[in-house]
């Protein structure tokens, strides 16, 4: 049977004067908390007295500002501990370090004039931390730029402008498909939908242009390299990385010293596109082509047996041919004097006057060899075959060359009506060459050298190139218009620059760390060509007002 108690009976259970009892466990903590803090306090005074002062500093500076490391209030300007204690900054958003101390030295440019918040309104601190070594300043987390970009259509304050629908609205990350676009350029070329966010204040534009199909009709947009050269890249490396490829080289005698290329110890592909394709000395983007460097050793514009013409603009062609054949009429053995000279001037080499007839076959002389300087040539392929058969030895084929022409490699135009008659009637466009195809982000070659110029623009197996949809759909070695663009695709990037990269062959060790995969790798904030000089900020720089004749003086108060 249970027993029961009564209220009376329970609380007599209950010791009245329990708070009056010391909590051992209370107390215990109270005293290490104590003791806690007066051995920390203590710390740090032997530290200071011991000369010691590197606990008191927030952390190792960025070696560019080594030298105010001592000037604390030069950068930081108001008491923020405070402030973030009683507003709970969480988000971090409250900084110490004003934008007035920072652009005291660093101009940075906005980024678009459209971005909401405004670039003033953005702490510089926000992105750029310091005290952490040289990391902190430019290497910043993905957070700062996804904060707006993970939803850029609230983050301009005026949605219509071009710049707005002009990049892609959602990024969140590089590492997957869903977190970056395809590349621009590449999204054209495979006939992107309207609504993929390219408008015109992309500079994709300025790289490619639209083409009507090859039925004459428009068939949809199609792109195409916006280069107005003729350029063959099958022609030219299947005469470098053919079958007998050292004896062609040597038949053909081009000098390997002018193009810093071992061609007799030519290993691979890559070697054969260095001999064209230089790194800037950044390491990061290709140098433009030079016909002097580059081209001049095969392609010779002849204007008879013994003399070239000038790779320049057709009217420096034409005063050089003026004065070309001019020369051969006053310097002809069978000429003799008309008119009697005009009395010469003393100190002056006076040079003979044409008669109308000699005037008459040097303008049709220059006529004549513009025409054909305008004139399109016989194909590569024919050309070479007569090159390798109009010597005996690579010395005379180095001198002969394949003739060229203007036509051969540019396109050709009229000139505009109303030119004077000194003036030829025919132009050169430009050739509009890109020296960057990737305008919005940046590159560095050099970073890339361990890999084979192939990997990336297109591989020699023309099955094995189709297999692999991040690769140029027209390889390089296969590639005979300028107009195929031979990028690869944001996949291959990601093959090596992601959180998960693609794991190496069997039997290899695996990869569990990729590289580097944020946003500050490809893309900058900053507008650094908006950049402008805001003058000396040490005096020691800037220009003496200490007369020359001072300076000079061993005692610049000396008289």
């Not at 652009?103 to 952490?132: L, M, R, Y």
């Not at 084929?397 to 009506?417: M, P």
């Not at 692999?468 to 070695?477: A, E, I, K, R």
């Amino acid at each position: 049977m249970p027993i029961y108690f009564t209220s009376r009976e329970l609380s007599e259970r209950v010791e009245k004067d329990a708070q009056k009892h010391a909590n051992r466990f209370r107390r215990r903590t109270w005293w290490a908390s104590l003791w806690l803090c007066v051995g920390c306090l203590g710390w740090l005074f032997f530290k200071g007295a011991v000369g010691e002062q590197r606990i008191f500093e927030g952390g190792q500076l960025a070696s560019h500002h080594r030298f105010i490391e001592n000037d604390c209030a030069r950068c930081h300007t108001k008491w923020a501990p405070l402030q973030r204690l009683v507003s709970l900054d969480f988000n971090h958003s409250v900084h110490s370090v004003e934008n007035k101390a920072c652009v005291e030295c660093h101009p940075g440019a906005s980024h678009h004039d459209t971005q909401s918040p405004k670039h003033d309104d953005i702490s510089c601190a926000f992105c750029h931390n310091e005290h952490i070594g040289d990391l902190g300043l430019k290497r910043m987390p993905d957070s700062a730029c996804t904060s707006c970009h993970r939803n850029l259509d609230k983050h301009f304050t005026a949605p219509a402008d071009g710049a707005s629908s002009s990049f892609v609205a959602a990024v969140s990350t590089f590492s997957n498909d869903n977190g970056h676009p395809e590349f621009a350029v590449r999204r054209l070329l495979a006939g992107s939908p309207s609504d993929e966010r390219l408008g015109p204040g992309h500079k994709v534009f300025k790289l490619l242009e639209s083409v009507e199909g090859k039925d004459g009709k428009e068939s949809g947009q199609r792109y195409r390299d916006a280069a107005k050269i003729k350029f063959n890249h099958e022609l030219h490396l299947g005469i470098l990385l053919g079958p007998n490829q050292k004896v062609l080289l040597e038949r053909i005698g081009l000098d390997g010293g002018k193009l810093n290329v071992d061609l007799q110890n030519l290993m691979d592909g890559s070697q054969v596109c260095t001999m064209c394709h230089q790194v800037d000395p950044a390491g990061r983007y290709m140098q433009s082509i030079s016909f002097e460097k580059h081209c001049h050793q095969c392609h010779k514009m002849w204007v008879d047996d013994k003399t070239e013409s000038p790779h320049e603009a057709p009217e420096v062609v034409r005063g050089f041919l003026t004065e070309h054949f001019t020369l051969q009429v006053i310097n002809s053995p069978e000429r003799f004097q008309i008119e009697p000279q005009d009395r010469a001037v003393p100190g002056r080499q006076q040079r003979p006057r044409l008669s109308a007839a000699e005037a008459k076959a040097v303008a049709g002389e220059v006529a004549k060899s513009e025409a054909e300087l305008q004139k399109k040539p016989a194909p590569g392929a024919e050309e070479l075959q007569k090159l390798l058969s109009q010597a005996e030895n690579s010395a005379a084929r180095r001198e002969n060359g394949v003739k060229s022409t203007c036509a051969k490699c540019h396109e050709l135009g009229v000139a505009e009506s109303g030119v004077g008659k000194l003036e030829p009637n025919w132009t050169v466009q430009p050739t509009n060459i890109p020296t960057r195809w990737q305008p919005h982000a940046v590159f560095s070659h050099r970073g890339h050298q361990l890999l084979n110029c192939a990997e990336c623009h297109g591989l020699a197996d023309k099955d094995a190139n189709a297999k692999q949809d991040y690769l140029p759909h027209t390889s390089v070695f296969h590639s005979r218009d300028t107009g195929d663009v031979l990028l690869p695709g944001v996949a291959l990037c990601r093959r090596c620059h992601s959180t998960t990269p693609e794991q190496s062959p069997e039997g290899n060790a695996p990869r569990h760390i990729g590289a580097r995969a944020g946003c500050v790798e490809c893309h900058i904030y900053h507008d650094h060509s908006k950049d402008a000089f805001i003058g000396h900020q040490n005096p020691m720089l800037g220009t003496s007002r200490v007369q020359v004749d001072a300076i000079l003086k061993s005692n610049p108060n000396d008289k």
